[in-house]
């Protein structure tokens, strides 16, 4: 599988944006689709996942209620909406894909997008 995460870009405090996960070469090890961040100096870690063919939902408390993670079968995209975005929502975020759905473990996660960055300034 391949990924090509964008929609990334600077946004002040209260904005919103929209990322998107273009995937191509789906198999059935791809089950579950996340955005993952991560910011400069912490780990990465799981915001939002979706799974490909169910289109069960996870958020993470940091983005629960500001964010909508959805997927688009004919196009082969899955997309980030962030609303009432906040400083600490700034980071590099990535797609990527997983077997499993539940697991957030990072090493969970077998192929990855090159990253999109988020920058939010207050």
């Known amino acids: 599988v391949q990924l090509q995460a964008s929609g990334g870009g600077s946004v002040q405090a209260g904005g919103s944006l929209r990322l998107s996960c273009a995937l191509s070469?789906?198999?059935?090890?791809?089950?579950?689709i996340g955005w993952f961040r991560q910011a400069p100096g912490k780990e990465r870690e799981l915001v939002a996942s979706?799974?490909?063919?169910?289109?069960?939902?996870y958020y993470a408390d940091s983005m629960k209620g500001r964010s909508t993670i959805s997927r688009d079968g004919a196009m082969n995209t899955v997309d980030l909406q962030m609303d009432s975005l906040k400083s600490g929502d700034t980071a590099i975020y990535y797609c990527a894909t997983s077997a499993t759905p539940g697991l957030h473990s990072v090493s969970n996660w077998h192929s990855w997008g090159q990253g999109t960055l988020v920058t939010v300034s207050s």
């Open positions: 070469g789906l198999t059935v090890s791809d089950n579950v």
């Open positions: 979706i799974t490909w063919r169910v289109g069960k939902r």
